[in-house]
Structure formats: structure tokens, C-alpha cells
């Protein structure tokens, strides 16, 4: 069948992406991810120290926190620092991203140490919290390479790859890495996080306009799997540089 | 396969489900849910106004407030009035039960009103969510009844039914509607909600140990979608009473 | 002399009292205590730590927590959790509950563990805050029988009883525990707070018409030590059963 | 019987009591009383504007907010600006501070006008409440006939006078306005707010140590009658210069 | 040249300046300090502990807060407390207070306490910030004297003094010490804190109408260090009595 | 004299500045400003709306927001809104970024909008204030070329240019642009906001160790003339591209 998707991308087509390591200078990890016109830097920061409820356990913490700034988006938003608090979405958003981290790593090897991605956006086209999962697993990979550089562990306590991509039912069709203006006018929308072994981590599915069916739900899971696939491989090459 | 869940019950099998209307006297809607040892007040609250965004727009708006009384837990938990803000569980809970309901409502023909569900939790013993969900349905069906008994609307906003369930994988053995003590040990947790023609309204799946397979997620949603199925019927006998 | 109050009950009679033990599961003392149409939940959880103000002293603390579901009332009020505070009422209400409850325990009997009474009210007809006193006494004891059938305590530390009614000049008239209807109506509005000896452990008169005079002043307290004498004696029974 | 009371006062002798109108130069009314050493300035703020519910009605408003300087006290107390929330004891004092005064205003004659009273402690030994009330309503009687004098208003909305001061029982005998060591180191404590005409507006009382028996109540609001019917004098007198 | 300003006053002099020690009695320093109609009360007070990033460095801290009465200013603003935040402009102030304090003293000799300096502002008419500089320093002088009193420090960490006043340039004059209607209509504020020694501890300065240029900032900086001189005498003058 | 400055700079040079238009896509003026290592991102928002007091008056609103990713620091800084407030330095900042930028816009020729400039921080390596300053300047010119291209306004509001560079003293020497390492480990600290025909907007200085001397002084301002005459002509530069 041929559609023509808002983007002109087939509908198994990821976006343009990029993923630049070292984008800044002080974090131990630091990666600016493109997907398409959505950018977000991710930062990965070590702290020799775990949140009360690990303290004494000898196991360490990899946590997430989200960010938009506030003209990232097609109309400005505003600042969450100055409404004095960070919105349903935004704690939505960094959960998940620290879920999926957490996923990969063997915090026992990590040690009594905290693992912090901070994925800020800078430009939003959809998909956000996406690009965040697959440019965070980057960073985190830096930031592990760097205690390892100083020799602070030994084993590596990354297990695994971990990216994550959009899908969506876009006019029946199901497609794969939804930009702006396919998600604002689709059917469903999931994201779906999973490890280079094509185990699920998380799967997070909503219906927008009409319920969506098994058969939809399926052919929208063989998309991600596809993609995660591609978005690992350039992990692995970015990481390779 | 035989398998002996900490709960005594077959994989496929629901705890006892109640639902019962009219529990407290204001509310224009109000139900208490229990799934096993779980207990939700779900009231449905009509106002005569909509938020900012919709206003002038001639359409309604469904919305919903989850909460945890503090003792309805194990060990005590802090009251979120009293620390000040929400936390992010809450947030993405109510946010979820908001959503899977205006799915099943045709804002139009609810008219320039909000539907307010508040979910409080009196016991919490696992899935608190899903009965929310499940109990916030008939809640809602009672506002509406009660609009139309007023002849403030004509037709009838709500289309289906909308029901959710938990499933999980225990011990490599896919589950239903999971308890507290099945849930803290298991390796997926999944929440489902559907409507009452089979689709799928909302799918968020967790990898709590190792990721999920895709027959594992395929056995799950089929579970789900029998236990959605039964309780839709729960929901119907209910409001016929 | 004859008045024919709102609720039809003579001026010195009760409400239908209903106090409910072990209403829900998981805290150490449960119950829901029904003032008529009004009916709130309290649980007491015992913590093994105290406030940093009694730290290393020996003494134990017993505080309490007040908070009302949002639809419990007529119209719908905001939920204070979302509104990221408590409200001046909520905090007055709470400290007072907290006060009374403290004036019938022997803290250096209690040791060094603090007991949240957390009193929610469930549905709102006048009179919560004496309904959860009330109420609260009964989880209290509960929560002690508990410590004291794991033996972590020895000596009993509460000493008589406490319960709590309002009291109010309605059209010229004393009347006893006023409902929403009579409350809102009345010229004097008064909560007294007395242990089973008859003595007063709180008093809080406020005119809402004219100011009261002393007389006025003497019936109230006369109609409340009356009311009181029977509240104690059905916590009692509660307690026996 | 003869008792020496730490101030070395008779039983039912007030402290000196200062008010001094005009303190401050912007405020429609400014007044610092002084209870002994406790020290509050009250300012009465007219604005022509009145709260949300009350729009539109042709009714006044009179509202108080309760301060107290960080180092009014014997040590620093937390600047509840910088903690970010007034503390339950504030918001308490001042919903009783509006009330009392609200008692002797006649809302319709003030028009859809706000009067602020803000009583900010300078100095803290006891009292601080009955001090503020005291002080305020001279304060607001000089914001009325600000308004008097702008022809804004030509009735005058206040009618008669409100003043109130402390009682308490120390080492079991009755004693009038106590300080702050007198109030540290007393069995109960009650707060009264009265009209000239003897009538009793508000009466909050407290056990402390042992529960107070009704012929301490009289006793204590026989006290206070007394108290108050001094203390009108000296407004009375504080209005006439 | 002759100009005429608002107050009367020729450029280059004060308004009528009162340093009153021991204004309150239970801070180790408390001044209320007055230049014209404006006056701030500034209390020291003097804690055994230090902030969290000096624990244990053998080091003392100087800090500010700095508040203002609600109806200290023509019209009513907003309480901070009340508002659930501290503003923009207030946390500047007590920012620039602190950092000019902490300039005369040395912490090391200090030892490990804090001496807070609370400037609350009474009444506002102009310049309460370099009121509030120039009374504290005297408030904090007294905290020390207390502190050698009592024997808990030897050495005076005090060195020098420190004063602060504002400088404008009104309708092209330089002139100094503006009060609130010399300010709202001049081209340029300056706030210039100072030492004994001539020396500048703060400079902050802001174009309101034309940006200023290099000579009209010469003739402010000059006439307020000739302004601080005078200050500064005064406040020794005080501190001698 | 010859001094070797941290950095190996002459004391009158610039670091390396750069100065990138359109560098995100929504923003009506979208620019990220490097001072050597520091970069800050600088978007200019337009909305057709005025805050509250300015409503209704024909004049338009300039602000600023500013933020620091939290890792754009050497160590990780709390994420502001996550700690539900923005901190004193914060808001001095955005402030200062508001007030300098008013000074060359004709508020009236703007026209009832807003235009808000949100500096974010993406890496920090000392000046981000006056990078904000400088950078926003160029961002408020692209958004007003927008208006002008929208012909929704035709005189062109901003009138001169500004910009801005820290001064200070390192080692006696007084030096331009100091970056981190420089401005930690010097004795006075100056920012300074220049208009295009060398008037001062903003001049704040602070003494970090010994109090500046009016020679200092002198020369800083001399230094800081220097660099925004170079740093204009980079913004004008900028703009012609």
C-alpha cells in the first residue's frame, strides 16, 4: 500500500537521527540526540552517593529528570521552575525514562554511586521522551566509561543495549517514529522501550481517536522492534567512535 | 500447567469484584469498587463550567482526581496535601483514568459541563488503578443519568464501556489482576484498559525483571482482554440494579 | 418547651452514632465513626520514631491528620493535594484533634513512637470534627491493644476517654450535635471537647448571629457534658464488642 | 486568698496596656498596642474591591492576616515568607482575629470594600492574639472614619466594640491576661473575645495540664467579662484623643 | 546651582537619620533604624550553628532576610507569607545585605555560629535597603559586644564599618539619600554600600529614563561616599552611647 | 605591566564570542551567544498579550527568564523545578536581563505584547549574565524583524543596542570577561550593561574580597567601554547576515 505520510517518510522509516557525544564539556556523559527536528541533551552525572531508601545497601541509583525549555515548542510554555512546580507530564516523562535505565544496569556493580540523566529539550517535534531513552543510554555508557577510565569499578555494570521509538495508527496505517504533526493527528500513539535482545521494557499505548484492535497492536510492535533495531546499531556505532 | 498463585486463584481467575452505587449521599455519581481486598470511592461531580481551554467551545470535559488515603497502605504514607504537591504516581494515575474515560464520552453531547471523577482510595491491596478505572465508569454513567433525569442533556454522551485489568507474569506464568503480594514479585506488570468491543483504550507495560517477550505480552493482552470482558458484564449488572 | 428543629430530633438528642471498629486492614486502629449523615474514617498508625522535638526523651508523640474527599460535601471542593496546600480550617481542625487526643496519653508511657490519627471524612453533614475526635479515641485504643498484644508495651498509656460534640443556639434554642442544616442556620456554633470525668479538655465558641451571653453560654455546656457522658459510653460498648 | 503570680499582678490585673494610633503614615488606620511587653502594630488597608464570592452582592469585607516578626521571640523562629507557608498557628489566629471583627461590622453599611487589618508582632510575651484584636478594632474604627471623612461612606458600619484578652487557671487560681511565663507554666488557657454589651463573641479554650471543671470556666469567663469591659475603656478613650 | 528638590533637601544631604538601639528586647542586637520616613527594624540574632556547607570548617556565617510589612507602602501589597513565596526583589535585597555584612567581618574569629540579620521594614518611603545595610551593621556590632560579653568569643571578628546609601541623578542633578518621590522620578538609582575606609563593597546601579553617563556616575559615587561618612560617624556615635 | 591571566588572555581581551542566529526553529529570534566556554541559548517569544498592569494602557512588555541546566556546571545543581522554586540568584539575574533589555525598546511602539527572553544555560564557564544579555539583544531584534516582516508593527521599537561584559579585578589587575576559573579567584567582581553610545543601563559591582578603591573602579568602567563597543559591533555583525 502506499501512503504519504505528512513527512514523506515510508511508514517503517525512522527519521534523520543523530547522536553527538561530548556535546558539553562538564558532564561525565553528555550527548545531543536528533531525532529529526526533535534535539534533546542528555547529560549523565555521577554522584558518590544514593537516595536514603538504598543507603548502606551497597547498591547504587540510576535516576532520570526531564526538562522542556520553554521555546521548545511551537508556542512558548511556561517555565516550570518559575510555576513552582513540574507538571503531570514532565514526572510522567522522567519515571519512564528512569525505568527503562534502570533496566540495563546491574546496580550492585555500580556501587554506592548515582547515576543522573538529565534529557533537557531544546527543540520538540515528537517524540521526545523517545529521543531522551535512546540518547540517555549513550550517556550513561560515557558516564560509565569515565569511573571506569579512573578506575572507581571494574565491572561494568551495563548490561545490554536500551532505545526506544515511537508508533502510532496514522489514517489506518501504522508508522514508525511519529513526527509533530503525524502524532497531533493520529489514532494511536505508543511508545515502546526495548533492549537489544527484542525483550520489552516498557510499552505504553494510547488510543487517541478510536480504540485500536490486536491486529494494529501488533503490526505496531513489529514497527518498533525494526526501529529499535536500527537505533541500537547507531547507538553501538556512536558509542564506537 | 499447574501453578499455585500466592493468592490460591487460577492465572485467569479475578479476585471478588463489588460494585456498589450510591455509597455516599452528595455526589451525583458514587461508587464503591472493590477487587479483592481493594477499595475505591469513585464519586463523578457535574459543574457547570469547563477549564479555560474549551471554554466557548460548546463541548464538555471528563476529568479525574486519584488519591491514597494515607493508612490505605501497608506502612503509612506521607499526606499529599501536607508535603504540598502531588507525587509523580498520582499524577500519571489520575491522568490515566482521565483519559480512559473521555474515551468513551462524546464531549459534544455532554455540552459546555465537566465530569469530575474522584478516585480515593480507602484499602489498597494492588490494581488500584484498574478499579478506579473500572468503578469511575459507572460513576460516570450515574452523572450522566442524572443529567438527563434533570433534562439538562437529551442524549446520551456515553457510547460503550470502559474497563481495565492488571496482568502480569508470575514465576513465568501469566496472570490476572494481581495483588499486592503477586505484584511485588513479579516479572511484568501490565495494565490494561479496554472497552467493552475488545480495543484497546490504554496499554502500559512494565518489565519489572527481565524484559517481555512478545508471546509473553500476547498472552497477557488475551487475559486481559477475558477479564475486561467479565467485568464490563459487572458494570452493566451493576447499573441495571 | 416545643421546637421543631430542622432534623426533628428533641434539642438534647444525638444523631444515629455508629462507631465502627476495624474497617479497614491494614492500620493498627480503624474505624469509621457515623454522626448521623456524617461519617469519617480514622486510622491510628504507630511509627517507631518521634519528631525531632522529643528525639532522646522517652516520650512518645500522638498527632493527627484531617483531611476531607472532595466530593464528601454538597458541591464538589478542590482537592488540597492539588492545590498544593492545606487550608487554614484543615489545619485548625487537625491541631485540635491532635490536642484532645493528647490529653487522655501518658507519653512517657508510650515511649519513644509516635500515633497518626488520620481522620477522613468520607461524607460531610455537619459535626466532622467531633465525629473524628470521637472516632479517633477508639482507633487510639486500638492502636495501644495492639502494641500491647506484641508487647512492646506494658503499662496502658491512655487514661479515660475522650469524645467530642457540638453544641449551638439554634432560633433562640440549645440544641445538641447540629447537622449541616441546623449549622448553617444557627446563631452560636460551639465544639467542646470532655474526657469521661467531665472535665473540659477543649471549648470553642463562636458567635455566627448575635453574641452569646453567659447563660446561653451555661446551657451549651450543660447540653454537651450530657451528650458527651453518652458518646463515652458507646465508644465503650465499641470498644467491648 | 493571696497568690504570687511570676508578674507579681493581683489575679485579675491587666498588664499595662498601651494604643497608640497613627504609628504608621501610609495605613487608613495604624495602632500599635501593647499588652505589657507584647507588642503588635495593627494596620487597618481599605481597597475597593471585594473577594470573589462576595462580587456583585453589595457587601463589605473585613479580613485579617496575622504575622510575626522572625525575632519577636525569645529565640528565632523560621520566617514563614522563606519557609514558603504560614504554619497552622498563623493561619489560626488570623481566621479568629476576621472573625471577631467581622462580628462588629455591618457589611452592607461598608459597600463593596475591602478593610485589611494586618497585625504584625514586634514583640512577643503572651497574648498576642487578644492583643491583636484589641488593637485592630481601633485601627478599624479609624479606617471608617477615613472613609467617613471621603464622604465614601456616611453611616457608620461598626457597631459597638470588641476587645478580648487571655484567662487562664495558674497553680489552680483563676488570673487574667497572662504572660508568656504565666502561660508556660498554666494548667488551661483560654482566649475571649467580647462585645461592650457583655456578649461573648468567640471563647476558645484549652486544657494544658488537667481538664477544666465548669466552675473554672466561670470563674475564668467572669475574668475575662472584667478584663474586656477595661479594655473597651481604654479604646474608647484611645479614640477620643 | 540651585535646584529645588521634592524634599527640600540641598543635593548633597541626608534626611534626618535616627539609630535607636535596643528597640526590641529579646534579640542580641535589635535597632531600629529611621532616614526620613523610612524605617527598617534590624535584629541580630545569634545561633550555635552553621549552614550545611560550612559544618565543621571552623568558620561562622553572616546572613540576611529582609521583609516588609504589608501596608508599610502607600498601598497595600501582598504578605510574602501569604503569597507562599519570597519575591524577586526581596531576595535581592536580602542577597546585597548579606554580602555587605559578611565584608566587615572575619568568620574564622566569628567561630562556628550564625548571626542572622532580620530587616523588616515598618514603613517605606524610599532607600529601605541602605537603611536596612546601615542598622544592621549596628545590630550586628551589638550581637558581638553580647557574645564577648558572655565570653564567647575573645576577639572582635568585626573590622571596620560598614554604611550604605542611595544616590540618583533627579532631573540632571546628582543628589543623595532619595526618598520614595525623589526615586519614582529620577533618571538614575544607585545604591553604594561602603566601608569606614572609602572603599566600595557594592555598587548597583540602573538607568531608569537615559542610561547614565561617566561623569554623573563620578558625581554620584562621590557624594555618596561622602554620604557613608557621615552615616558612618553616626553610627558609632550610636554604638558610644 | 605583564601579568599571564588564568586564562593567558591580554587583560583588555574578549574571550572568543560567538554570536548564532536561528539556532532553534519555533522562536521568533532564536540565537546561541558563546563567550568562550559559556554558552547560553537565547529565544525571543512574541504573545499578543500584556501582563495585568498593563492591560489596556497601548504599551507592550519586554522580560527575561533565565535557567541553568543542571548540569551546566562542573558539579550537578538541583534542577529548579524540581525543587519547586527558583532561586534568589535566579531571579536577580532574569532581573537584571528584563530591566537591560527595556532600556532600548519604545514600549509604546511595541505595541500591546510581550516579548519574553528565556536565557537557558546550556554550558557555564562564568559571564552567563552578560553572554544572556548580549545574546538577548540580538534574539529581541530578530523577533521585532518578524513583527515588521508580519507588518504587524511598522516603526521599529528597539532603538540603539546593548550589551554586556563582566569587569575585574585579578591580582590588582583589572581585567575583561573574566571566565570561571578567573572570576573565582578575584577580588571584585563587575557586570556591566552598556547602550551603543557608551551610557551605562546596569552597573553592579561587588567587592569579593577587599573593598574596591575609586581607581579600580575607574578602570573597570574603561575596560568594560572597550568591550561592548567590540561586542556591539559583533551583535551588528551578527544581525547583517
Redesign the interface.
Known sequence: MTISRPSGRAPDQLRDIGIERGY????EG?VLVCFG?T?V?C?A?V?NRVPAFLRGKGEGWVTA?Y?M????????SD????R?????????I??LIG?SLR?CVDRKLLGERTI?L?C?V??ADGGTRTAAITGAYVALVDAVRWLQARREITRDPVFGAVAAVSVGVWRGVPVLDLDYAEDSDCDTD?NVV??D???????????EG?????EE?DAM?ALAAAGVTELVAMQREALAR
Not at 558539553?24 to 558532564?27: E, Q, S
Not at 517555565?79 to 518559575?82: H, I, M
Not at 535482545?197 to 488510543?207: D, K, M, P, V
Open positions: 558539553t564539556a562538564h558532564a553528555s527536528q534535539r541533551l547529560t552525572s554522584e529528570e526538562g525549555l520553554p521555546r521548545a515548542t511551537h508556542t512558548r517555565r516550570e521552575a518559575a513552582g512546580k513540574q507538571g503531570g507530564r514532565t514526572l510522567e522522567q519515571r525505568r533496566a543522573t538529565d533537557d531544546l527543540q505508543m526495548m533492549n535482545g527484542g525483550g520489552f521494557i516498557e510499552l505504553q499505548g494510547t488510543a478510536h480504540a485500536f484492535r490486536r497492536l510492535t
